[in-house]
């Protein structure tokens, strides 16, 4: 159906300010007359005049060109010329992305969306400039159905694209700007971008981080937790804070305090780097630990003193009493036999006793200088002896080992004690490497450390091929009264002697275990600063006989069981004996006229405001040639410093057996050099 030319044009014309459209079409379009438009060309032409977008159509086998009002600013300088004209004229330059698009819109009948499509085009006067269009083709039907061109609406985008690049560019500023890592990432947790802080502090690139969520680089332990939180966020929760660490290319862990904001579907999480405070937190956690354990020790340590001490008393009441027992028993077997067995088992509790002084850092110590070497080559014989057959024992000296000031015999009996456990770990037989060494502890080391001055130390390491200890028994091992071992074969002291011991010492121990791998217990002992006297002080010193004499002891003990049996001991060698309960007595007998006291036999711990050495000082300014012995249940610093003997201060440890008290106060009163009281 062809409707009249002036008809169709008039009512063309009518629709909007570019009414004389068909004038400008000049007569060498393709497009032909008016007249000849099909029916399908002219209602489009009518829709797209009436409307406010800016539109073109291209239409007929040329593509050629009609355009509304709202489109020719578009266009620019080449309207009102472009009207009627092939595409491919009027866009030369632009041809070889439109053709394609045009083509499959005419050809296929597909219907095209082109979104924020960049152009650059020159309007305003030729100046060029970049601008963007979201773009829709859709296909116009002639009435037999055949595709007769595309509609094409245009929407200038240039505007929003461009202050949407300017936003993009702030905030890349803004993150070159921040310290902390920022991200948006969707609800699932995919990153989506990224600040280049993460860059910075991950080591991982851009392209590494956006685009899938951080699982692969998350702690495993704390990947779980994330994903809760991320849920939560998915179930409508509008802050949240965790904390989490992320692997960095380096391969080290980093740890990230978390704020995360939903907002229209993106999440806007700002992250710290929390990972030195965390660092201080736990080293913190570390040192209050050891903190703890040292104060459990030192307490444990009061504690067992104190019993110990206690202990030290009754056992020599139970032993002198004993002794004095088997004397008078010479005649029955029976009874006699009673007798040592009930010295044996008292023996036996003093050893327990001792241990504990050992411990709680209060047997007093009479140390010299040695040669470690020496001790250690020397205790490997005993321990072949000790430790049987199966147990294969290896010393490694030190090619020129410093020497240390330790006690002897209490050094040899930590070496035992620490020998014996590694047999018990070594049922089925092993091996005990007994290894010196020179050594430094160095400030960092120290600092690490409770307890532990930097500086040079001689390290005797004892490695069994055990069964080891897990972390559990580890962590006790040291405490006194804790065992393994069944009923009667342990007494969990041994382990806390030698700490003891060794602290008071002066040194450091430490023990290294693996279930499975054996234990190796290091025990450090301060360099001393002087040389080794060639004579051998390793070899044993004899044992006083037992001998008596006729002087007169003043013997001052509060413990009335104690002093009984002290001067029934006395009386019984030959001495004339005075007894007292405490100090201001022991002075108030040292000034009664006729009595010379040859010998002061205090003890050290005395009711009544007067310490032994008190007593000891009193008396000794009174009379200068009076011989002074002290007894003890344990150390105090009254008579020592940093619980060893000043020289010349002469000690027994309770409890004393009688042929220990007969020698020492033969020994002392035999001594002819001045006594001196630190
Ligand atoms: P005891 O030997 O009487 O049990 P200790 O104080 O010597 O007491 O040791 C305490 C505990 O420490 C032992 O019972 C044992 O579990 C563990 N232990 C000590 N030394 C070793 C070692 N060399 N190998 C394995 N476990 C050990
Ligand atoms: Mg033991």
């Given amino acids: 159906m062809i409707a009249p030319a002036d008809t169709i044009a008039g009512m063309i014309a009518t629709q909007g300010p570019l009414g004389d459209l068909t004038a400008h079409i000049g007569d060498g379009s393709p497009l032909g007359p008016v007249e000849r438009w099909s029916p399908a060309l002219i209602s489009t032409v009518r829709l797209m005049l009436s409307s406010k977008a800016e539109i073109v159509l291209f239409w007929g086998p040329e593509l050629c060109a009609l355009y509304n009002e709202a489109y020719a600013p578009t266009i620019g300088d080449k309207h009102p010329a472009a009207l009627g004209r092939p595409a491919r004229e009027n866009w030369a330059e632009l041809w070889d992305d439109l053709e394609p698009l045009l083509l499959s819109v005419v050809q ?91 860059t910075d502090i991950l080591g991982w690139s851009q392209e590494e981080l956006i685009g899938r969520t951080s699982e692969w680089m998350e702690h495993p332990d704390d990947s779980a937790r994330t994903r809760e939180e991320v849920q939560t966020l998915q179930q409508g929760v509008l802050t949240i804070r965790f904390e989490n660490r992320f692997r960095t290319k380096d391969g ?6 978390w704020t995360a904001v939903p907002d229209n579907g993106l999440v806007y999480c700002v992250a710290r780097d929390v990972t030195e405070q965390r660092a201080h937190a736990r080293a913190l956690a570390e040192t209050e630990a050891a903190l703890r354990q040292a104060q459990k020790m030192e307490t444990l340590g009061q504690l067992t003193g104190g019993v110990a001490h206690d202990f030290n008393n009754l056992l020599q009441v139970v032993t002198g009493n004993l002794e004095l027992l088997q004397r008078g028993l010479n005649d029955n077997e029976r009874m006699r036999r009673a007798a040592d067995n009930a010295m044996a088992g008292a023996e036996r509790a003093a050893m327990l006793t001792q241990q504990l002084l050992a411990f709680s850092r209060r047997q007093p110590l009479a140390p010299e200088r040695v040669d470690p070497n020496r001790l250690v080559s020397r205790m490997s014989d005993l321990l072949n002896r000790t430790l049987g057959e199966r147990i294969e024992v290896e010393t490694i000296q030190a090619a020129r080992a410093w020497p240390i000031e330790v006690d002897l015999n209490q050094m040899e009996n930590a070496l035992l004690n620490l020998a014996v456990n590694a047999r018990d770990a070594m049922p089925d037989g092993g091996k005990l490497t007994i290894e010196v060494a020179n050594t430094h502890i160095d400030d960092h080391y120290a600092a690490q ?110 413990d009335e069981k104690v002093r009984a049996y002290a001067v029934e001991v006395l009386n019984e060698l030959g001495y004339h004996v005075i007894e007292v309960g405490n100090g201001p007595a022991a002075l108030e007998a040292l000034e009664q006229p006729g009595e010379h006291i040859d010998l002061l036999f205090t003890d050290v711990v005395l009711p009544g405001g007067m310490t032994g050495a008190d007593v000891a000082r009193e008396a000794a300014a009174r009379r200068p040639d009076i011989k002074i012995l002290f007894a003890t249940g344990y150390a105090r610093n009254a008579i020592f410093h940093h619980g060893r003997l000043d020289p010349g201060v002469e000690l027994l440890t309770k409890p004393f057996t009688y042929a220990d008290l007969a020698g020492k106060v033969r020994e002392v009163l035999d001594r002819r050099v001045e006594q001196r009281v630190g």
């Fill in 252 to 257: 080290e862990y980093r740890s990230f305090s």
């Fill in 108 to 198: 296929k009948g597909e219907t095209v969306h082109a979104k924020d499509r960049p152009f650059y085009i020159e309007r305003d006067g030729g100046r060029g400039e970049q601008v963007y269009f979201d773009i829709s083709y859709s296909p116009v039907f002639e009435a037999d159905g055949s595709i007769g061109g595309a509609l094409c609406i245009v929407n200038e985008t240039t505007q929003r694209v461009k202050a949407e690049r300017e936003m993009v560019a702030d905030r890349n500023r803004l993150w070159t700007l921040a310290r902390d890592p920022f991200l948006i990432a969707d609800m699932e947790g995919k990153w989506l971008s990224a600040s280049p802080a993460w």
């Fill in 449 to 558: 450390e409770d307890d532990v001055q930097p500086g040079q130390y001689v390290l005797i390491c004892l490695s069994d091929t055990g069964q080891g200890m897990d972390a559990e028994t580890l962590s006790h091992a040291i405490e006194p009264f804790f065992t393994t071992k069944e009923v009667g074969r342990g007494t969990g002291l041994g382990l806390s002697m030698v700490y003891g011991f060794i602290k008071q010492s002066g040194g450091h121990i430490r023990v290294y275990s693996e279930v499975g791998e054996g234990t190796s217990v290091k025990i450090y002992l301060p360099r001393y600063h002087g040389l080794v006297p060639a004579n051998d002080q390793l070899e044993e010193a004899p044992r006083p006989a037992v001998s008596g004499g006729d002087e007169t002891v003043l013997v001052c003990e509060d």
